[in-house]
T-cell receptor, first 111, second 110 residues
């Protein structure tokens, strides 16, 4: 079974609005990562947050991690048409070396 | 700096045929993985390697073999292709701060 699960499965917002996606996971982790995938392309690494960190920023991206709830959120501020993509979380579990992905959130930015 | 290179980009196989998907990275990363991506399923881990000479199974290893004789190369072998292996395959390598992905191989088994 997959470790991470993103919510919602799909999200449509107006350009300029903020987009929030959530990821829940099942077991203790070393770190959690977020990736973007444009249609038909490979995945691009966005940000990594370690288990001892609670919040991290990169440009318009803000990631939070709550290890007590086993959840993370990705916030994209001031969305742009180019942010239209699928977003995946991936967890690096403490118990092994596997990096497991969730099923992703499809984000559509409306003009 | 080429990153992660996957070949071929597209492949059609007949049921029962075997083939090898190639993956090479030039970043001296120890950790490499193979994933398959199917509609609505996200990425599922097939096999991974934490260094040359070391491989281990992921979530969906059946029907696939890997080897890691060098740091740079991590080929994925399909032993006897089945229609259920129709998918997009991604290779990825990592050092400490996240994966670098290849551009993928789109495989169709007929």
């Amino acid at each position: 079974s997959q470790q991470g699960e993103e919510d919602p499965q799909a999200l449509s917002i107006q350009e300029g609005e903020n987009a929030t996606m959530n990821c829940s996971y099942k077991t203790s982790i070393n770190n959690l990562q977020w990736y973007r995938q444009n249609s038909g392309r490979g995945l691009v690494h966005l940000i990594l947050i370690r288990s001892n960190e609670r919040e991290k920023h990169s440009g318009r991206l803000r990631v939070t991690l709550d290890t007590s709830k086993k959840s993370s959120s990705l916030l994209i501020t001031a969305s742009r048409a180019a942010d239209t993509a699928s977003y995946f979380c991936a967890t690096d579990a403490e118990r092994d070396d596997k990096i497991i992905f969730g099923k992703g959130t499809r984000l559509h930015i409306l003009p | 700096n080429a990153g992660v290179t996957q070949t071929p980009k597209f492949q059609v196989l007949k049921t029962g045929q075997s083939m090898t998907l190639q993956c090479a990275q030039d970043m001296n990363h120890e950790y490499m993985s193979w994933y398959r991506q199917d509609p609505g399923m996200g990425l599922r881990l097939i096999h991974y390697s934490v260094g040359a000479g070391i491989t281990d199974q992921g979530e969906v290893p059946n029907g696939y073999n890997v080897s890691r004789s060098t740091t740079e190369d991590f080929p994925l072998r399909l032993l006897s292709a089945a229609p259920s292996q129709t998918s997009v395959y991604f290779c990825a390598s990592s050092y400490l701060d996240g994966y670098t992905f290849g551009s993928g191989t789109r495989l169709t088994v007929v």
